[in-house]
Structures are given as structure tokens and as C-alpha cells.
């Protein structure tokens, strides 16, 4: 079975720091891009990040960008997101998804269960 399930979200201050885990079961991760998403009460679905399986190119949305950082680890077949400086309105479910491309016609393939990640003091 194709699964993605992400974690590492919980609470922690602001200015504060966490690492969300996308580990893939069923398929590898090598060849598809992996985006991270998020959604807010009130807000609209953004696209956090990307990271391509071609050449590790990566894309971050203005909004996290300088403070978040998106990377792979193809062996553990696990894609990371790590937040640092975390404000507020960072508060939101991250979920995880696979696809082909970051930018371009993009398609998502697998998304995963979603994690809470609040930000809070």
C-alpha cells in the first residue's frame, strides 16, 4: 500500500524550532518531487516547499522563506521539513505529498494523514 505519513508537529513557542517527518511506505521517494503543504483555520491551502528528485532544486514560499528548509534522505526513504524562528501564524496541519515536479504542470500523487504543528507561547 502507498502511504506517506508525516510527524514531528506539536507545540513549541515562538521563535522556537521543529522537524516534521514524511516517511514513504509501498514506494521510494527517489524519483518524485515532495511538496509540503499547509492549512490554517481561516486560510487558503499554501504550498510551504519542494524539493525535486531530478536535481534537488527546491522551491519555499515567501512566507517561510530564510526560516524553513526542506531536504531528503533517499536511503531512510523519508523527506524532512525543518522550521526554525517559528511565529504564530505558522500554526496550521502540515501535510506531506509526492509528485513529479515543484514547478511546471505539477501533479501530486500521495498525500499523507497530516500533523498539527501550533505555535504558542
Known amino acids: 500500500q502507498v502511504q506517506l505519513v508525516e510527524s514531528g508537529g506539536g507545540l513549541v513557542q515562538p521563535g522556537g524550532s521543529l522537524r516534521l517527518s514524511c516517511a514513504a511506505s509501498?514506494?521510494?521517494?527517489?524519483?518524485?518531487?515532495i511538496s509540503w503543504f499547509r492549512q490554517a483555520p481561516g486560510k487558503e491551502r499554501e504550498r510551504v516547499s519542494c524539493?525535486?528528485?531530478?536535481?534537488?532544486?527546491?522551491y519555499y514560499a515567501d512566507s517561510v522563506k530564510g526560516r524553513f528548509t526542506i531536504s531528503r534522505d533517499n536511503a531512510k526513504n523519508t523527506a524532512y521539513l525543518q522550521m526554525d524562528s517559528l511565529k504564530p501564524e505558522d500554526t496550521a496541519i502540515y501535510y506531506c505529498?509526492?509528485?513529479?515536479?515543484?514547478?511546471?504542470?505539477?501533479?501530486?500523487?500521495?498525500w499523507g494523514q497530516g500533523t498539527q504543528v501550533t505555535v504558542s507561547s
Open positions: 509501498g514506494f521510494t521517494l527517489d524519483y518524485y518531487a
Open positions: 505529498a509526492s509528485g513529479n515536479l515543484c514547478s511546471g504542470y505539477r501533479q501530486y500523487y500521495s
Open positions: 524539493i525535486n528528485a531530478s536535481d534537488g532544486s527546491t
